[in-house]
């Protein structure tokens, strides 16, 4: 059963940057496909991102014009969510998934999230 726990999440003002941080544990993590995800209030949830076991990531329409970046460390089991000159609309419960492989149909494993909240 793989295990994810987000942190890094908090308060900042509009223009600033947060780092967002997903540790696995409980599977074979340099081989899955790890993704971000956020879901604003009273929205549906979007897809922010992914990044394969090699490091090759792919971002959701809305999430290309370079504010966010997303990286991994496979030594330290852990996926990253860089994103900066936060906007006010970036306000959003950000989650962590994972998948087997990069085809699999679906994310199994998720975690519980971390919100950010942008003022502006």
């Known amino acids: 059963q793989v295990q994810l726990v987000e942190s890094g999440g908090g308060l900042v003002q509009a223009g600033g940057s947060l780092r967002l941080s997903c540790a696995a544990s409980?599977?074979?993590?340099?081989?899955?496909?790890m993704a971000w995800f956020r879901q604003a209030p009273g929205k549906g949830r979007e897809f922010v991102g992914s990044?394969?076991?090699?490091?090759?990531?792919?971002y959701g329409v809305e999430f290309v014009k370079g504010r966010y970046t997303i990286s991994r460390d496979n030594a330290k089991n852990t996926v990253y969510l860089q994103m900066n000159s936060l906007k006010f609309e970036d306000t959003a419960v950000y989650y962590c998934?994972?998948?087997?492989?990069?085809?699999?149909?679906?994310?199994?494993?998720w975690g519980q999230g971390t919100q950010v909240t942008v003022s502006s």
């Open positions: 409980g599977g074979s993590f340099s081989a899955y496909t």
């Open positions: 990044i394969n076991g090699g490091g090759s990531a792919v």
């Open positions: 998934a994972a998948k087997p492989t990069a085809v699999w149909p679906s994310y199994p494993y």
